[in-house]
Nanobody, 121 residues
Framework: VQLQASGGGLVQAGGSLRLSCATSGLFSNYARGWFRQVPGKEREFVAAIRWIGCSTEYADSVKGRFTISRDTAVFMQMNALKPEDTAVYYC???????????????????WGQGTQVTVPA
């Protein structure tokens, strides 16, 4: 199973980016998530989507600004970016079972390599 995240970059505060995560080799889909991490801090939940039904969850810090969606890949539209959104963003995939919350990193068996998002102050 491979996850390939892309779309990160440098953007001014208030700007937008769209992250993509392509997955190959996974034949049982339960959910996909985006997490982010800054040096010295734990990985933080950002957003997730259940594969069947496409229900979504968001961290309070990104509600109303970020939108997760999917077709065969998973996307995250990030609007109104703030300096505190600066982080390495990781996509993750879960084949299930769904016994943990979408926000729990332990739900996800597979992780991508990360893509850097930088929003200068």
């Amino acid at each position: 199973v491979q996850l390939q995240a892309s779309g990160g970059g440098l953007v001014q505060a208030g700007g937008s980016l769209r992250l993509s995560c392509a997955t190959s080799g996974l034949f049982s889909n339960y959910a996909r998530g985006w997490f982010r991490q800054v040096p010295g801090k734990e990985r933080e939940f950002v957003a997730a989507i259940r594969w069947i039904g496409c229900s979504t969850e968001y961290a309070d810090s990104v509600k109303g600004r970020f939108t997760i969606s999917r077709d065969t890949a998973v996307f995250m539209q990030m609007n109104a970016l703030k300096p505190e959104d600066t982080a390495v963003y990781y996509c993750a995939a879960s084949r299930g079972p769904g016994l943990k919350p979408l926000s729990d990193p332990a739900l996800y068996q597979y992780w991508g390599q990360g893509t850097q998002v930088t929003v200068p102050a």
